[in-house]
């Protein structure tokens, strides 16, 4: 048997010597650096004891050597479990407490940061820096080349990514070699990449978007990326003139449009300019297109599903919405148990190759959101019309976007329930001209208690990464409550909205 994920990555893969990285720095990595180096981290996994099926955690900066790791565990059979670089020690020990990896890779100035994790199973400490340091990188130096990938059928698992989802903590969603090589070989096809393509990649590469939509993507058709280690709009401006693809969330557009150098003439040798994980604005779309020429190309996905849908790449792009579902993906749209028609709003749910295999120790989560049918239910509510073009228009999930990353309110609001002098809270999304929503906190104080706004923020610094701290922290006498006890965040949003 094969390794699935890497025999297609190799069949898509040009001659060795031609660019696949290229940094900011001017650094290039080609395909057969990658492949190589991919092989020693794969040797240097095996020689420190993982075994196919273990889970490989990391939580690195962004570098062509995060990419090595992550094709050096689909190599070793590993699942690999890329972790938000802002995730503080304390959600750190969630994520490692669940998904027990044999190994946990840090950047070496968290070494200290993650000492004694895992207590009940500590995984193995590894260190893999932005500048190509660390222990890792120092075992893969010397290690053995040549390692013969380990054979993976096409529902093994290759990575858990953590969503937020809809209810309770941070789940893992198991996702398959097939899972990632069938929506790359879709999404290769449908955006029509080939070998002479560059992307412009300043997304981070612990999430869906910046791993699997860019990186697989990219791999699939042999094709090149210029990295940018965070968006940075001045310098994704000046790399326009050398390459032909954009990937982003909305916030990127948004703030590109505030640079002069944003012109037709910059953007003249593009082809493609996509955008997805959040709603795009039709304001922002048609701005965009003014200025450059280029109608933006929205898609829509999931962590548990990669992508579902897509304007097309030669057609009509309709701004406002996602598009059409992309070949093999089936998407419905369901109310009362009913099948709707064009028109309806109902609750969008998936079926296809690129639905995840479920939620990792978690059979009953995964059971409640599959309908008997198979179908995935996603917690987004949608409409299409005739032409088949679906909308997003709002979620029956209780989760707030910002700027592309997703924050559970519930995950918030227990944390600032327990501070001292706080009775209780909600946390809300309040619109943002910059990150598409803001997180705020409504909070009631605790009879007498004089806990503010700095005492909150100081204490959740501690606890949460900093895109789910609240950028506003509000007080109220009350929560205000319909007649089932639950809390009216639309009053809430409606109150201190704009
Ligand atoms: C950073 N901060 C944020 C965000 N990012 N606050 C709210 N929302 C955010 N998204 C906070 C930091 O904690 C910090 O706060 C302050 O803002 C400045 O941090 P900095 O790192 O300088 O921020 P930035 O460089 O301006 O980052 C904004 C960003 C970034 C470029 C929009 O968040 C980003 O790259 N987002 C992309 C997320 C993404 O890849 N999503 C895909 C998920 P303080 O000063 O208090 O410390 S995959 C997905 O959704 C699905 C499957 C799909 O369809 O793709
Ligand atoms: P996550 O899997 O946690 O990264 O986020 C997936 C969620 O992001 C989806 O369920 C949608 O609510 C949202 N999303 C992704 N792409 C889009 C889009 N183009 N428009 C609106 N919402 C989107």
């Known amino acids: 048997m094969i390794n699935h994920l890497m025999a ?3 069949a898509g893969m040009p001659a060795p010597e031609r660019r696949l990285i290229e940094t900011s720095d001017g650094r ?27 889970r490989v955690a990391a939580q690195v900066e962004k570098s062509p050597e995060v990419v090595a790791l992550y094709l050096g565990c689909v190599m070793a059979g590993a699942v690999y479990l890329p972790l938000n670089t802002a995730y503080t020690r304390a959600e750190l020990d969630y994520f490692v407490g669940d998904a027990a990896p044999r190994l946990l890779v840090v950047d070496p100035g968290r070494r200290e940061t993650v000492a004694g994790i895992g207590a009940s199973a500590p995984p193995t400490i590894e260190t893999l820096g932005a500048a190509g340091d660390g222990t890792l990188m120092d075992k893969a130096g010397v290690a053995a080349p040549g390692f013969v ?30 899972n990632l090589a069938s929506n790359a070989r879709t999404l290769k096809d449908v955006w029509g990449f080939s070998g002479d393509d560059v992307l412009i990649h300043a997304l981070p590469i612990f999430h869906t978007h910046g791993l699997f939509v860019a990186t697989n993507t990219i791999l699939f058709a042999g094709a090149a990326m210029l990295f940018v280690r965070r968006f940075d ?15 982003g969330v909305p916030t990127f557009y948004t703030r590109l449009l505030q640079q002069d150098g944003l012109t037709r003439e910059a953007a003249a ?5 996509i955008s997805g994980s959040a709603p795009l604005l039709a304001e922002t779309h048609a701005e965009f297109e003014a200025r450059t020429g280029h109608a933006i190309l929205e898609r829509y996905g999931m962590t548990e599903t990669n992508m ?21 993906v089936e998407v419905r749209l369901t109310a009362e148990g009913r099948v709707l028609p064009p028109g309806g709003i109902g609750m969008v749910e998936i079926r296809g190759p690129n639905v995840f295999k479920g939620y990792w120790r978690n059979p009953e989560k995964t059971r409640a959101e599959f309908t008997a049918d198979g179908f995935f239910v ?9 032409a088949g073009y679906l909308t997003i228009v709002g979620r029956g999930k209780d989760i707030v976007i910002t700027g592309g990353y997703n924050v559970y309110p519930k995950e918030v609001e227990s944390e600032i329930d327990a501070l001292d002098g706080v009775l209780e809270s909600a946390v809300i999304g309040l619109p943002d001209t910059d990150l598409g929503e803001a997180v705020a906190a409504v909070v009631v104080r605790e009879p007498g208690a004089a806990i503010d706004d700095a005492a909150i923020a100081a204490a959740l610094k501690e606890r949460l990464a900093g895109y789910k701290r609240p950028k506003r922290i509000l007080f109220v006498d009350e929560l205000p409550r319909n007649t089932m006890g639950k809390v009216q965040k639309a009053t809430l949003r409606q109150r201190f909205g704009p």
């Open 233 to 247: 709009p001045a310098e994704v401006v000046g790399l326009l003139r050398r390459a032909t693809v954009l990937m």
């Open 308 to 328: 579902n849908t897509s304007n097309p790449y030669a057609g009509r792009r309709v701004a406002g919405t996602v598009g059409l579902p992309l070949p093999g």
């Open 269 to 273: 040798g593009m082809r493609l300019v």
């Open 28 to 54: 290039v990595i080609s395909y057969g650096d990658m492949l190589g180096l991919a092989a020693r981290m794969a040797r240097s996994l095996a020689d420190l004891g993982v075994e196919p099926g273990d």
């Open 8 to 10: 297609e990555i190799r």
């Open 378 to 386: 996603s917690g987004d509510l949608g409409t299409y019309d005739e």
């Open 149 to 178: 990938p380990v054979a993976r059928g096409p529902d093994d698992l290759a990575a858990i990514l953590y969503t937020s989802g809809t209810t309770g903590r941070s789940k893992g969603a198991m996702l398959s070699h097939e």
